[in-house]
């Protein structure tokens, strides 16, 4: 297969700029894609199939990340509110990814476009070939001019293995796609100084690095049918802008105006100098399945000079994982200082640990020799 080069974002820094955005990825939150009884709200989804077709129009690409398939299925599965076991999570997307995928069809088709459906798991991303595979894909349906509908995939997700919220998601398919601008939609119009009701609150209009939002008073719980939040949704705007795209936040309803460049919502605009690449994933896309604590030489040789962790540094394994997921790397005194895919499980690692790499071939195999964790797998914190 033949992977795409690599886009680079137009790293575009005032939300007039947004006018020229060739490639943006919107995500739509559960609370706007859905009615009081928790039903698919088709008009909204139009509208959103409105403005795509008008960006279409003008040369623009757009990927839609969507929420929404666990909420629309509480309607006809006749919940209340969205089921906390992963199994009913389970049971209940399969029901509403499929409602949600024809309603984004039948939204789309209206302008003559056509629509393709993307269910990803953290999985998918945080191997080489996987992440090389999901762009690709994703890359073939825009060139063939799809609109990509991309969502967890909660059918066969579980905690250990899901995003947790699409924000995440959509931040990270924008940093796979070299998107000029991510637009975040939710039901509230943009970040605010304290909640909306509370009297004095003020929109804040440009956040140019989310780290000093000290003053602003920010929820961290999501709509009954959602999982995100405002953190959640700064969070994704923080790791988009800092890899070079655009962030823009604001409600459903201020859409078209948000990608016209007009004054509407939080504005996030993109920073300069670091360049996209697949261990960006493995830094937010990841949780560690477990941590390897180094000793302190190991620590100084990961840390500053970026080497490769051989096993003669480790110290300890902590947790129970196989090979080729991603762990955390631990300094003596527990700070976690890195991440990285292990080329060995935890067992592998605890009988190589301390050893140096002739004596672990010796004793336990050729295949010993290689790395703990590759430097090129490797991300430092």
Do not use: C
């Not at 959103?48 to 599965?77: F, M, N, Q, Y």
């Not at 969502?151 to 000029?180: P, S, Y």
């Amino acid at each position: 297969m033949t992977v795409p080069q690599l886009r680079q974002p137009s790293r575009l820094t005032q939300r007039q700029e947004l006018t020229a955005a060739r490639r943006i990825v919107v995500k739509i939150g559960s609370s706007s894609l859905t009615d009081e009884r928790g039903r698919l709200d088709r008009t909204r989804l139009a509208e959103i199939a409105d403005t795509a077709a008008a960006l279409a129009e003008r040369g623009t690409e757009l990927v839609i990340v969507s929420s929404g398939a666990i909420a629309a299925a509480l309607g006809p599965l006749r919940m209340a509110q969205r089921p906390t076991s992963v199994q009913l999570q389970q049971a209940a997307a399969s029901v509403g990814q499929a409602l949600l995928a024809t309603a984004w069809s039948s939204a789309f088709e209206a302008h003559g476009r056509i629509t393709g459906q993307v269910l990803l798991t953290e999985s998918d991303v945080i191997r080489p070939q996987t992440y090389r595979n999901v762009r690709s894909a994703l890359e073939s349906l825009l060139e063939l001019g799809v609109v990509p509908v991309v969502n967890e995939n909660d059918t066969t997700a579980t905690h250990e293995i899901r995003f947790g919220d699409n924000d995440r998601l959509a931040a990270l398919v924008a940093q796979l796609l070299g998107a000029d601008a991510l637009v975040l939609l939710t039901d509230v119009d943009a970040l605010y100084t304290a909640p909306p009701r509370e009297p004095g609150a003020r929109r804040i209009g440009l956040v140019e690095d989310v780290a000093r939002l000290t003053d602003v008073s920010i929820g961290s719980v999501g709509s009954k049918v959602g999982t995100g939040g405002m953190v959640t949704k700064l969070s994704a705007a923080q790791l988009a802008s800092t890899t070079g795209t655009a962030a823009l936040m604001t409600s459903a309803e201020q859409f078209a105006a948000a990608v016209a460049g007009q004054d509407v919502g939080t504005f996030f605009p993109a920073h300069h100098g670091r360049r996209r690449s697949r261990l960006v994933w493995l830094r937010f896309a990841t949780r560690g399945a477990g941590t390897v604590h180094l000793d302190a030489g190991a620590s100084e040789a990961v840390r500053s000079r970026r080497r490769s962790l051989l096993a003669v540094g480790i110290a300890a394994v902590e947790g129970t994982f196989p090979a080729g997921v991603p762990v955390d790397v631990a300094a003596p005194g527990g700070e976690i200082i890195a991440r990285g895919l292990t080329s060995f499980s935890s067992d592998e690692l605890r009988a190589m640990a301390g050893r140096g790499t002739d004596e672990a071939r010796e004793q336990l195999g050729e295949r010993f020799r290689r790395p703990a964790i590759h430097r090129d797998q490797l991300v430092i914190l």
